[in-house]
């Protein structure tokens, strides 16, 4: 007769309060426990003085975060030069008016913004793992997967209507430009790519000569859209959309990007590299998540102060 092996009851329960006790951390604590990273990068012209700009991305306000309300308010507090929000407002098609109320101290300071997946559309259950499949299967978003179906539409209006009256610059597939003590900011930016939004071809062709400095904004960091800026010219990228990659492995990093991006470039600042050229490209691991999945591991949320400093 076979010898039967079971697993002992101890170690069974065991390992289920491990993992228990991983997700009240990563729920309970992580996802709450937002960060301020500082970083610098040398793009601007010889002789000019330092910038600071604050990026916010993907906060997927849900009605009820009074936490991440409170702190979003707080970072007015460190009085940047401009703003630039990287998109994924939403994750509540009910959330408008407590995003606003995070966002309104920031609104007084000069800004630009675009528009991710999450503003349009309402967030769907789904499995965390399929995030795994579909980097394994190279499809993200609809840039290999059928179109959604059924789709929450969210009220983007009201969040544009809101950021155009603060004065913040609409880059949805344009140009735009912030005067900042008399230096001359021009802005080219992308709808997102990960839903197939985005029109190069409207914005291409580099750099604006007569701009003290060109940055590039887009949410997702797509490759096609970070190959054309940088063989366009462009010195630095700003992006959001990956979450730093969310459910991270510690001493190891993110799993997966949720776009064509490698792993290693899921957060921070790298470079990339096309046409010849090299950019620095900076990607927020926003301070959200999605309202389904609100959870985070080996990977708090931020918002980031990028001190633009004179290039060498």
Same mark, same amino acid.
């Given at each position: 007769?076979?010898?039967?092996?079971?697993?002992?009851?101890?170690?069974? +329960?065991?390992?289920?309060? $491990?993992?228990?006790?991983?997700?009240?951390? +990563? +729920?309970?604590?992580?996802?709450?426990?937002?960060?301020?990273?500082?970083?610098?990068? #040398?793009?601007?012209?010889?002789?000019?003085?330092?910038?600071?700009?604050?990026?916010?991305?993907?906060?997927?306000?849900?009605?009820?975060?009074?936490?991440?309300?409170?702190?979003?308010?707080?970072?007015?507090? *460190?009085?940047?030069?401009?703003?630039?929000?990287?998109?994924?407002?939403?994750?509540? #098609?009910?959330?408008?008016?407590?995003?606003?109320?995070?966002? =309104?101290?920031?609104?007084?300071?000069?800004?630009?913004?675009?528009?991710?997946?999450?503003?349009?559309?309402?967030? !769907?259950?789904?499995?965390?793992?399929?995030?795994?499949?579909? !980097?394994?299967?190279?499809?993200?978003?609809?840039?290999?997967?059928?179109?959604? $179906?059924?789709?929450?539409?969210?009220?983007?209006?009201?969040? &544009? /209507?809101?950021?155009?009256?603060?004065?913040?610059?609409?880059?949805?597939?344009? &140009?735009? @430009?912030?005067?900042?003590?008399?230096?001359?900011?021009?802005?080219?930016?992308?709808?997102? #790519?990960?839903? !197939?939004?985005? &029109?190069?071809?409207?914005?291409?062709?580099?750099?604006?000569?007569?701009?003290?400095?060109?940055?590039?904004?887009?949410? +997702?960091?797509?490759?096609?859209?970070?190959?054309?800026?940088?063989?366009?010219?462009?010195?630095?990228?700003?992006?959001? %959309?990956?979450?730093?990659?969310?459910?991270? $492995?510690?001493?190891?990093?993110?799993?997966?990007?949720?776009?064509?991006? /490698?792993?290693?470039?899921?957060?921070?600042?790298?470079?990339?590299?096309?046409?010849?050229?090299?950019?620095?490209? %900076?990607?927020?691991? =926003?301070?959200?998540?999605? @309202?389904?999945?609100?959870?985070?591991?080996?990977?708090?949320?931020?918002?980031? *102060?990028?001190?633009?400093?004179?290039?060498?």
């Amino acid at each position: 007769m076979r010898a039967r092996y079971g697993v002992p009851l101890k170690v069974t +329960a065991g390992i289920a309060a $491990v993992g228990a006790a991983g997700l009240a951390y +990563a +729920a309970g604590f992580e996802a709450r426990s937002f960060r301020l990273r500082r970083i610098t990068v #040398p793009v601007l012209p010889s002789g000019t003085r330092p910038l600071r700009m604050l990026q916010v991305s993907d906060v997927h306000m849900v009605s009820g975060q009074r936490k991440k309300r409170a702190w979003l308010q707080s970072l007015a507090g *460190l009085r940047p030069d401009f703003v630039v929000n990287t998109g994924d407002n939403l994750s509540d #098609p009910n959330g408008v008016p407590e995003l606003l109320d995070a966002l =309104g101290p920031l609104m007084d300071f000069p800004g630009v913004y675009v528009f991710g997946s999450n503003d349009y559309y309402g967030p !769907k259950l789904r499995n965390p793992a399929r995030y795994l499949i579909e !980097k394994a299967q190279g499809r993200h978003g609809l840039n290999g997967n059928a179109p959604a $179906v059924g789709a929450v539409h969210n009220p983007w209006e009201d969040i &544009r /209507d809101a950021f155009d009256t603060a004065g913040w610059v609409n880059l949805t597939n344009t &140009r735009g @430009r912030l005067k900042l003590e008399g230096l001359e900011l021009a802005f080219t930016g992308l709808d997102d #790519p990960h839903i !197939k939004r985005d &029109r190069y071809d409207r914005v291409a062709g580099g750099p604006e000569p007569d701009a003290d400095l060109s940055l590039a904004v887009v949410h +997702a960091p797509y490759l096609r859209s970070l190959d054309a800026f940088t063989a366009d010219g462009y010195p630095l990228i700003l992006a959001g %959309h990956t979450h730093g990659g969310q459910l991270c $492995v510690p001493f190891y990093g993110a799993l997966v990007t949720n776009c064509d991006l /490698d792993t290693d470039r899921v957060k921070g600042l790298s470079t990339h590299r096309a046409g010849g050229n090299t950019a620095y490209l %900076h990607v927020s691991a =926003g301070c959200g998540t999605n @309202r389904y999945t609100p959870v985070r591991f080996a990977c708090p949320p931020e918002a980031t *102060l990028l001190t633009l400093t004179p290039r060498d």
